[in-house]
């Protein structure tokens, strides 16, 4: 089965042409989110992507459970 992935690409604050760095550095992956642990950009929309990922997740399980 395909599991859920959640793909980082960390210290985006430190690339100095930004918008040519991260295409680059995310070129043949599949939704990327762009963070930076030190000015904290990104980490709300990962918060809020890794609630969405577990929600899902668990929704799954529920169903194979009334499944069986």
Known sequence: ???PRLT???KIDAFGDRESSLARLTEGLRNPMP???ETGE???ELLLQ??????EIQAEKERALVDN
């Open 1 to 3: 089965a395909d599991k």
């Open 8 to 10: 980082l690409c960390n």
């Open 35 to 37: 963070i930076s642990a």
């Open 42 to 44: 990104g980490i709300d």
């Open 50 to 55: 890794m609630d969405v990922t577990l929600t």
